[in-house]
């Protein structure tokens, strides 16, 4: 059954500095093989300790485009911080917080089996422009080392609500 209408996380209750709270995510060799048989990756620098090494790698490490399952944008916990939720409904769920452009602009350390990543996703940004509202989400992911291992930003198209006239 779909939340309250008026417990679900909205334009309102969205503020630049807001923080989700820390995601952990334990890298594993199986994890990496299983995100490149899916992703059909075919480099066996990703899927071969040996091949990686060969290579002039330190090992197995997980391919770039996998940050966004060990550091994933986290906008229930940001709603969950409000004491909000997010819709239930696929269709509406679709329209809040759908990205739109993504950038990364730092990978950092490379993730390896093995490693323990925490990642923070908070608000950047938030803004109107056209009609249109936006809201800028940055994640940061360290490892156990305190190494940084990503840093993005995606900004989202986000619904406003009937009377919504913006921050």
């Not at 820390?22 to 899927?47: G, P, Q």
């Not at 944008?73 to 269709?91: F, M, N, Q, V």
């Not at 509202?133 to 940084?148: D, P, S, W």
Request: hydrophobic residues 40%; charged residues 20%; glycine residues 8%.
């Amino acid at each position: 059954m779909e939340a309250a209408l008026d417990k679900l996380y909205r334009w309102e209750d969205t503020q630049v500095g807001d923080t989700a709270p820390a995601y952990y995510y334990e890298m594993t060799a199986e994890k990496i093989v299983a995100y490149c048989r899916a992703a059909r990756y075919e480099n066996v620098a990703y899927t071969s300790q040996a091949a990686a090494k060969e290579a002039g790698l330190p090992g197995m490490i997980a391919p770039p485009a996998m940050v966004f399952t060990y550091a994933p944008i986290c906008l229930s916990g940001l709603a969950s911080t409000k004491g909000r939720s997010l819709p239930e409904d696929p269709a509406l769920l679709a329209q809040t917080g759908h990205p739109v452009k993504t950038s990364i602009g730092f990978q950092g350390a490379m993730v390896l089996p093995g490693d323990f990543v925490r990642s923070v996703t908070s608000i950047q940004d938030k803004y109107q422009q056209e009609g249109r509202a936006m809201i800028v989400l940055r994640v940061e992911a360290h490892n156990q080392r305190k190494e940084r291992v990503a840093e993005y930003t995606c900004a989202c198209l986000w619904p406003l609500g009937p009377d919504s006239q913006g921050s």
